[in-house]
């Protein structure tokens, strides 16, 4: 079993690391998950701006957005972030107010 590990950056597009691990086959499936999960976490931190995927060979996969990511989402709640400047900032487009989504 192979676990590959990709990191890339969602602001710069710079792949941060992209590395295959060998994963032994008689390894227990919910340990193996279990560290997949605290590896996902542990990087993420460790690379808030950072999308950090990991996937082994038999189809699972641990994935998520960057948590600077999150936290500007949450200040666009609070209204310490326009719409317009997230997705300037993560998503190098200026769209206008007007396309911003529903809150229902």
């Known amino acids: 079993m192979q676990l590959r590990i990709h990191v890339k950056n969602a602001l710069t597009k710079e792949i941060v690391t992209d590395h295959e691990v060998v994963v032994f086959e008689d390894y227990d499936n919910d340990l193996v998950w279990k560290n997949m999960q605290l590896n996902h976490k ?39 972030m326009s719409w317009r400047s997230y997705m300037k900032k993560w998503h190098n487009t200026d769209i206008e107010y007007s396309a911003m989504p529903s809150s229902n």
């Open 42 to 80: 542990a990087l993420s931190e460790a690379n808030p701006d950072c999308h950090v995927n990991l996937e082994l060979d038999n189809g699972d996969f641990i994935a998520g957005m960057p948590l600077n990511m999150e936290l500007d989402q949450a200040k666009i709640d609070t209204g310490e």
